[in-house]
């Protein structure tokens, strides 16, 4: 009796013979599916934070899985990786890098902390283990998140790297600073978001770019740190 694969192994199979018998598919490069991954992966944030019923839920996780599975048959095929390879590392890294859970073994280690202050300073300094030469806190952040998600990032970034007292620079005086938006301090998440609109529309209606605004002073700011550190 032959035994039928498991559920990701028959994901597998089904992809590769889409791969080999579908000429679109087949066509599919990394490159070409940049597009998709990010299209799916905003698909599935939308779909946690609208709360969809969990069906669909499940649904759009297999979408975000479909990408993973397709990029690693992609390689698979020019020799380099396959998706078991792409899980194993996957599993190290977990093991690596939460060495407050784990052991170097994978075994359990039976007493783990209780503060998350301990957790994030116990996975910084397994990472930091990784590339002991890397000296730049910023290095592995993605320079294409969304400004505002590089803002959040590189500011906890800095934090972690000793730089808790970095300036981050204030709004400009005279009269364009009486009115800026950052002149009252919101004390709500909701008073946080009207002020960021408000910055906005002051961007648009002077015909700025406010990704691109964003984007220049995290630049700045990095560079500042970097430079204090050392």
């Given at each position: 009796m032959t035994q039928q694969p498991g559920a990701v192994e028959r994901l597998v199979q089904i992809i590769a013979e889409l791969r080999q018998h579908c000429v679109w598919t087949r066509a599919l490069t990394?490159?070409?599916?940049?597009?998709?991954?990010?299209?799916?992966?905003?698909?599935?944030?939308?779909?946690?934070?609208?709360?969809?019923?969990?069906?669909?839920?499940?649904?759009?996780?297999?979408?975000?899985l479909y990408q993973?599975?397709?990029?690693?048959a992609i390689a698979a095929e020019r020799g380099s990786f396959t998706m078991e390879g792409v899980v194993d590392t996957l599993s190290e890294k977990l093991i690596r890098r939460n060495r407050h859970v784990f052991a170097a073994d994978g075994s359990l280690l039976g007493d783990?902390?209780?503060?998350?202050?301990?957790?994030?300073?116990?996975?910084?300094?397994?990472?930091?283990?990784e590339r002991?030469?890397?000296?730049?806190?910023?290095?592995?952040?993605p320079r294409h998140l969304p400004a505002l998600t590089l803002a959040d990032k590189t500011l906890g970034r800095a934090g972690r790297a000793g730089a808790d007292d970095a300036v981050?620079?204030?709004?400009?005086?005279?009269?364009?600073?009486?009115?800026?938006?950052?002149?009252?301090?919101?004390?709500t998440e909701a008073e946080l978001g009207e002020?960021?609109?408000?910055?906005?529309d002051l961007?648009?209606?002077?015909?700025?770019?406010?990704?691109?605004?964003?984007?220049?002073?995290?630049?700045?700011?990095?560079?500042?740190?970097?430079?204090a550190l050392g």
């Open positions: 990394h490159e070409s599916l940049v597009e998709y991954l990010v299209e799916e992966s905003y698909e599935l944030v939308e779909a946690i934070e609208e709360r969809h019923p969990d069906e669909e839920l499940r649904g759009e996780l297999g979408d975000v993973v599975v397709l990029h690693s783990y902390p209780d503060s998350i202050e301990e957790i994030v300073a116990s996975w910084d300094a397994a990472k930091r283990a002991p030469e890397r000296r730049d806190p910023f290095a592995s952040l981050v620079p204030a709004v400009g005086g005279g009269a364009a600073g009486a009115d800026a938006p950052g002149s009252v301090t919101p004390s002020q960021l609109l408000r910055t906005v961007a648009r209606r002077n015909g700025w770019d406010a990704e691109r605004a964003l984007r220049g002073a995290v630049a700045r700011f990095t560079e500042d740190v970097t430079r």
